[in-house]
Every structure is written in C-alpha cells, then in structure tokens.
C-alpha cells in the first residue's frame, strides 16, 4: 500500500476526487441498504449498481450532525458486512462533554491507519531507530512518574514492517520538572506530547536551561496546534514541530507537509470539505466547518458528518502534491464562545500578555453564561488589584465583549477525561 501512497499524493486533486467519488458511490448504496440510520435520512437511492456521483449529487446529499451520530447508535451500524470488512471492536471518542460517539472499526480501517501513520513517518524522514519519549494519558498503572515504562517498538504500526527503537512511555499525570527530569535521563530522539503540555515543557526547559541533544523533532496529538505553540518548541530546542490531525471515528484527516507547517488532507482515507454557513465549499483563506466521509468504514459508514471542527481552506502545495492543503485547523465547536449578541466567535485565549501581567503558570476559561465567564488560574501569587484590572481588560478586548469575570485560584487545572487540556470551555449548549 505504501507504494500506492507515494504514487496518489502525486496525482491532481481533480482525479483524486473523482477516484474518491469512485469510492464513495457504492457505500452510500451500501449505506442506504444496510443501515436503518441512512435508510431513513436518505429516504430513497437512485443509484444504479456502478454509476458514479457526479460532484453536483454529492453536494446534495444531506450533512449528518454530531448528535445525529450520537443518537443513532446501532442503527448507524451495517447489518451486512461486504467480504473482507471483517467487524472490528467499538471505537469512543473520549468527548469531554455530552454522549460520546461511538464507531465500529474493520479489519480494512485497521489496516489505513497502520498505512497513515507509515506514510507519515516516511514524509518527515525520522529515523525509526531512535528513542521515542511519548508523554500522554496513560493506562492505570502504566508509565507512572518518575520512572515511567519502556516497550520495545515504537507501535504496531511501524514494528510490522521496520525494526525500531525503543519507546518510552511517561503519564501526564507526572509534574512539568518531573517529565523534564525524566526526558534528561533518556536523551529521547523524539518527543510526543499535547502542545498545551510542549508549551510549558518548552518554557520551562529554556528557563532551567535544559536542550537534549539528541532530539530531532516535536510530534503532537491530541490538542489544537498553534502559531504559539510552534514558537515556544522552536525557542526551546531550536527543531521542528509536526502535527497531524486525526480523530478516533475516521482516522488521519490531514498530514503535515513535509515541506510546509501547513497540513495536506488525506484523500485516500477520508473525503474532507470546509463548507461555509450555506454548505457552500470555501475558498483559499475561508474557515469554515470540517464535514468527513470515511472512504473505507463499511461497518459503521461516516457519509458527511459535521465532525465539529472548523479549519482553513489553503492553495495548492508549492511542494507539488495533489493532496487540497489545510493552513489551519480550529478546535471544536464545543470552544467557541458565544456573545450576548448571538454572535459565536473562536475565542482569542492565553496571549503571551497573560504572562507579561503576573506568574500565571496555567489558565483555563470557562463560559457559564452569555455573560459571564469563570478564570481558573494556577498561579505563584494571588493577584493584586491591579494586575487583576490589567488581566481583565487583556480578556475583555480579546473576546471581544466586556464579560463578567469570576476569579478562581487553584492548584492544578484537571484535563478532561480524554487527557486532554482545554483552555476554554464553553457551559452553554452547543448544539444546533
Ligand atoms: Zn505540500
């Protein structure tokens, strides 16, 4: 397969459409067929065994919301599996708020992901030899501070095919000098971590003058990457950061560029659209809504869903490659922040002018109503009136709205239940 991949990212995004466009015909028959959720969306199939969509059809076909998928449990899951879609375990996406949405995973979604992950080591040329330190959520037990654990490989899908080196696992439960303390002693090659936590790590390791110079590069999961994000690992370790951007119901969506810091969507997993208020596709430099259609899911199909992300439209690659580019990708829709006047805005969080106002060594924002919202800040010393008055008018002008702030002062901001960190969460209903 890998070789297939290096020859499709390569082709035009006209023929890759229409290739997906291939692809995707008979599942929406499929779909309409073995699914009672689609069956009833759909209400009727005019599909001829082996016509294809034309890019106009597509575009009718009605989106599916979050919590549609969330509602239809079992009746999104096929009752009749083509050959060779053997049924895979129940994949739940760790939602920090609302139903969770849970998929069924096939032999054949199984084998794209291994694919991706190959491709993307391939793209940013690392050596699978290295030592690999990954500090994220961890199982009960398992890579418990200090010590953390160490496995052989970096992974299933990587050891199938390459010997690799050995990666080590720590739990982000451990403290920011512990993980320091920790990555020092392995002397890691890369590092794989949530960039709210990278952004700390690399502050601190500047200020404790800490480089490892082993390291080759930063990888992220799980969190939103920012320019600032980038700026702090570039300033700490002077090495490039990769992201990617994937999620647990469909898989890679989008690789970064191994020339670019943009990302490039990936058409062989995932038909991807940024569609505008209207359900109209955006152009270059418009941000609009992430919609997903998994081309391989056949046990649970994924046929235009409003995944709840927003990202950026790009231009073409200068790199060459037909794969559409993503600039930028926004949290989901559960982060935005909504005005008195109805107005939903992507809130402007965590300016480096937080920091230039006191010691505030993390924060999280969390709206609990139109008009109000609560600061939690962990910090060394209780504010003063007027560093409080300074930091309030910092947050007022960037959410653009003179809210009423509640101050709390804690000792750590827990992460949600997917071990993930969130700066600003919103308490008001986000669905539509
Ligand atoms: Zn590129």
Not at 124 to 151: F, T, Y
Not at 334 to 355: A, E, H, Q, T
Request: proline share 5%.
């Amino acid at each position: 397969m890998q070789y297939q991949l290096e020859q499709t990212q390569w082709w035009s995004s006209q023929s890759i459409l229409r290739h997906q466009l291939q692809q995707l015909s008979p599942l929406v028959t499929h779909a309409f067929r073995t699914t009672d959720f689609y069956k009833q969306l759909y209400k009727y199939n005019s599909l001829k065994p082996n016509e294809v969509l034309t890019p106009e059809q597509w575009a009718d076909i009605p989106l599916v919301s979050r919590l549609e998928i969330q509602q239809a449990g079992a009746k999104l899951v096929s009752n009749q599996l083509p050959n060779g879609h053997r049924m895979g375990g129940e994949i739940s996406t760790s939602g920090s708020t609302g139903l969770p949405v849970v998929v069924r995973s096939t032999q054949v979604t199984k084998h794209f992901w291994h694919a991706f992950t190959l491709r993307d080591h391939l793209w940013h040329k690392r050596n699978l030899e290295g030592k690999l330190c990954v500090i994220r959520k961890a199982d009960k037990n398992q890579g418990m501070p200090p010590q953390g654990s160490v496995a052989k490989g970096w992974g299933p899908s990587t050891d199938v095919i390459y010997k690799t080196g050995p990666s080590y696992l720590l739990s982000i439960t451990a403290s920011i000098d512990e993980q320091l303390d920790w990555l020092q002693k392995i002397n890691p090659d890369y590092i794989l971590s949530y960039p709210s936590n990278l952004e700390l790590l690399a502050a601190t390791a500047r200020k404790r003058g800490i480089r490892f110079s082993a390291l080759q590069q930063i990888r992220t999961l799980g969190e939103v990457v920012t320019q600032q994000t980038r700026q702090q690992c570039h300033d700490a370790f002077n090495i490039p950061l990769v992201d990617n951007y994937s999620c647990q119901e469909a898989g890679y969506l989008a690789l970064q560029c191994p020339e670019h810091e943009h990302y490039h969507i990936q058409c062989e997993n995932v038909l991807l659209e940024i569609l505008d208020d209207n359900n109209k596709p955006c152009k270059p430099g418009e941000t609009g809504k992430v919609v997903i259609s998994s081309l391989h899911n056949y046990a649970t199909p994924l046929i235009r869903y409003e995944l709840g992300d927003f990202a950026e439209q790009g231009e073409p690659c200068a790199c060459g490659r037909g794969l559409p580019v993503l600039t930028k990708i926004l949290g989901r829709k559960r982060n935005m922040l909504f005005l008195p006047n109805g107005k939903i805005i992507w809130p402007l969080v965590g300016s480096d002018d937080y920091r230039n106002v006191a010691d505030i060594k993390q924060f999280q924002l969390v709206q609990t109503d139109t008009e109000s919202v609560t600061v939690n800040l962990v910090v060394a010393d209780t504010l003063s009136t007027v560093q409080k008055d300074a930091l309030t008018t910092i947050i007022q002008y960037s959410l653009q709205h003179p809210f009423k702030l509640d101050y709390r002062y804690m000792d750590e901001i827990p992460r949600s239940k997917g071990g993930k960190f969130e700066d600003f969460v919103s308490m008001l209903k986000q669905h539509d």
